[in-house]
């Protein structure tokens, strides 16, 4: 089965810094993989998504990922934080079998003034 | 509306009762999903409907009923629930296949008392 993992789950830069959120993924295939955002008291948004063209993928917000299969790593940047980035985000990847998406556990950002 | 739409948003109910959640999507996708979300813990699929019929049923247990009337509707009936079933109900909607991504709705917030 397809599984994400997320490397911590708080991260804290402050504002007009790099954000860099890590995920890895395990997948005998290859894998589609997404970046969700969930803002409080809200659902989720897809940020941006990868499924086999070019590695490098641009999102929403000024977000991007770059798919590394020698690293097995899918993780989201940005060049510079803003406040309204404080959120949670969620890695996932397609599970082939269920026709569902295998969520990370989530990374809660923070940004600092 | 559009999108994904989801009611109530917020529900209280003690563990004796009979309540229903609704979901409708206004993407025309042929898909449909609940996820349970906790504090503490990742997004858990419960349930997944293509066209209508389901197809996956990640072993919720019984007091969790869906229903899928239509390819635009889908319903979460509830009954006799546990204190440890409080969470975020999240619905989604796709198109079919692995590599869609899915748009969520703003969850109901459920507490069982």
């Known amino acids: 089965a397809q599984s994400v993992t997320q490397l911590g789950s708080h991260v804290s830069v402050s504002e007009g810094a790099l954000v860099l959120l890590r995920c890895n993924y395990s997948?005998?295939?290859?894998?589609?993989l997404f970046w969700y955002v969930q803002y409080p008291n809200q659902g989720l948004q897809l940020l941006l998504k990868?499924?086999?063209?070019?590695?490098l993928v641009k999102g929403i917000n000024g977000f991007e990922a770059e798919f590394k299969k020698s690293e097995t790593s899918f993780h989201l940047t940005k060049p510079s934080a803003h406040m309204s980035d404080a959120a949670e985000y969620f890695c996932a990847v397609s599970d082939f079998a269920g026709y569902a998406l295998n969520f990370g556990k989530g990374t809660s950002l923070l940004v600092t003034p | 509306e559009t999108g994904v739409t989801q009611t109530p948003r917020h529900l209280v109910m003690g563990m004796t009762n009979k309540k229903s959640l609704k979901c409708e999507q206004h993407?025309?996708?042929?898909?449909m999903y609940w996820y349970k979300q906790s504090a503490k813990k990742p997004l858990e699929l419960m349930f997944v409907?293509?066209?209508?019929?389901?197809?996956e049923n990640n072993s919720v247990p019984s007091r969790f009923s869906p229903e899928c009337p239509n390819s635009s509707h889908l319903f979460l009936h509830l009954h006799t629930l546990q204190p440890e079933d409080s969470a975020l109900y999240l619905c989604?909607?796709?198109?079919?296949?692995?590599?869609?991504?899915?748009?969520f709705g703003p969850g109901t917030r459920l507490t069982v008392l």
């Open positions: 409907y293509n066209f209508k019929e389901q197809t």
């Open positions: 990868y499924t086999s063209a070019a590695t």
């Open positions: 993407l025309g996708h042929n898909a």
């Open positions: 989604a909607s796709s198109q079919p296949g692995y590599f869609h991504e899915q748009f």
């Open positions: 997948s005998s295939v290859p894998p589609y």
